[in-house]
């Protein structure tokens, strides 16, 4: 989707959907005899939509100035996507004018460059009819707002191209989106940006460098696991912030197997990954001058003659080991190997920050708007904390210390991959990979099993986040240290 800024305007184009609020100064500038009622509506706090009596529009959309400065419940974005289902014009202009809430504005930005993907996008309807497409966004402002909303725009598009690749990859239904499809998707979309270069290790290379708790996930399907890192080197030297994401490209609960209620979404098992894979995308697009790695641990959790059996035990490589009581806490183990691979890499690692649709019990927790975050690094904590609220991709803090470590022994190994007793699950989960992150590496874990997927009407579909938090918190870290 394009986007440009206009101060003028004599500049709209006819046919265009106008979305504002009921005191924008647009409004003036057209003798249009439905404004009168429609901003009177608005101002009563109720949405006023109009197709009729529009001209030179197509469609106005007036929304209470209320919503334009709701940060807390996405009021704005609640007003306007059933707007998104079935655009009439192939252009929108949003005016701007009250888009002073960072958080309020960036949602918005993201909200509509999203548009460019929804699931007929993938061709598997066949009576599927062709819907119109929104082709341009004109932002309409003051020209005092206008270079502070030209770099929310560059900054907002570039994040949601990566929220975008991310959803593609992750709406794939699984027959096709194994980790090798993973893999080749990636170096397809990273070769666009020279300054991205990928590295693959296959089954026998994971075996071959110690990865036995991501061989033991992959080893029972007939799609090899596989570990992708792609490496983004923005400056030639200095610390390098590396992000890991849990890649089960399909999750039955292995051995443990699930329920098919509970297996019906676990394509979207890969989130974590494709979410890192669509951040270093958004990195290089931004150009930021940093050094950058992201690491997509993928593999199937598949039954098979070779499935891991619960009470087997695996080591990872960093030497510790793992009894697997529970097939069915398969991404803890991916991402534990992930971890301590990543640890490894660099002489100077900034910090690591994972991501996985780990547990449900965070949802239980938190609901479907927030992410759960564990970390002991009271910095880190903190600045995630705050780009969280800044970007409107806010996380949520949830207990991570000595006091989960029974919920993690194991009779016969170093640790057991999920607590017998059933209790604090997010976050015995959250202690268990802390010990493959050396103590000197600041480290934080994203829960975002609810996040992580938008629900409406019934139905899931990926949402990107936490894509926006991400860039944002490294944004803020750039320039702390500029």
């Known amino acids: 989707m394009e986007y440009r800024l206009i101060t003028e305007p004599s500049t709209i184009p006819h046919g265009s959907h106008l979305i504002a609020s009921p005191d924008s100064p647009l409004l003036a500038t057209w003798d249009i005899p439905a ?36 940060t807390l419940t996405d009021a704005l974005l609640t007003h306007l996507r059933p707007l998104f289902k079935a655009p009439c014009s192939e252009n929108i202009v949003l005016d701007c004018t009250l888009l002073t809430e960072t958080n309020v504005r960036d949602s918005v930005l993201r909200g509509f460059f999203n548009l460019d993907h929804s699931l007929e996008d993938l061709g598997l309807k066949t009576t599927s009819d062709k819907r119109l497409r929104v082709k341009t966004l004109a932002g309409f402002c003051l020209p005092l707002q206008r270079e502070t909303l030209q770099d929310a725009f560059l900054k907002q598009h570039a994040v949601a191209n990566g929220m975008l690749a991310a959803r593609r990859l992750a709406d794939i239904p699984s027959e096709t989106c194994t980790p090798q499809f993973v893999v080749e998707e990636a170096l397809r979309l990273c070769v666009q940006f020279p300054a991205l270069r990928c590295e693959v290790l296959d089954e026998k290379a994971i075996q071959e460098q110690g990865l036995g708790l991501l061989h ?37 609960g292995g051995l443990w197997l699930k329920e098919g209620a509970g297996m019906y979404t676990m394509k979207y098992d890969m989130c974590g990954a494709a979410n890192v894979l669509g951040l270093m995308l958004s990195v290089a697009e931004l150009a930021l001058p940093v050094r950058v790695m992201g690491v997509l641990a993928l593999a199937e959790n598949a039954i098979g003659p070779n499935a891991m059996q619960p009470g087997s035990v695996a080591r990872a490589c960093n030497g510790l080991t793992v009894e697997i009581n529970n097939t069915d806490a398969e991404g803890r183990l991916v991402l534990a190997d992930a971890i301590a691979w990543t640890s490894q890499r660099h002489e100077k690692t900034h910090f690591i920050i ?26 880190l904590r903190d600045h995630l904390t705050r780009a969280g609220k800044q970007s409107g991709d806010e996380v949520w803090s949830l207990p991570l210390d000595a006091r989960m470590k029974k919920q993690t022994e194991s009779a016969i190994a170093d640790l057991c ?40 009407g019934g139905r899931s579909v990926a949402s990107g986040r936490p894509i926006p938090l991400l860039v944002q918190h490294l944004l803020d870290d750039i320039a702390e240290r500029s």
């Open 216 to 252: 033991a996930v992959g080893k029972g399907s007939s799609r090899p696991p596989r570990l992708l890192a792609i490496h983004y080197d923005g400056v030639k030297d200095g610390p390098v912030r590396s992000y890991v994401g849990k890649g089960i490209t399909f999750d039955t």
């Open 417 to 456: 991959n999920t607590p017998t007793n059933n209790a604090a699950i997010s976050s015995s989960a959250a202690w268990l990979l802390h010990h493959f992150c050396p103590s000197d590496i600041p480290w934080a874990h994203l829960d975002i099993s609810g996040t992580a997927l938008w629900r409406e």
């Open 35 to 70: 404004l009168a009622e429609m901003a009177a509506q608005a101002k009563k706090g109720e949405l006023a939509d109009s197709r009729y009596g529009c001209a030179p529009f197509a469609r106005i959309t007036l929304i209470p100035d209320s919503a334009w400065h709701d």
């Open 354 to 379: 994972d991501m996985a649709t780990l547990t449900g019990a965070v949802v239980k927790a938190l609901g479907y708007e927030l992410s759960g975050l564990f970390t002991q690094n009271e910095l």
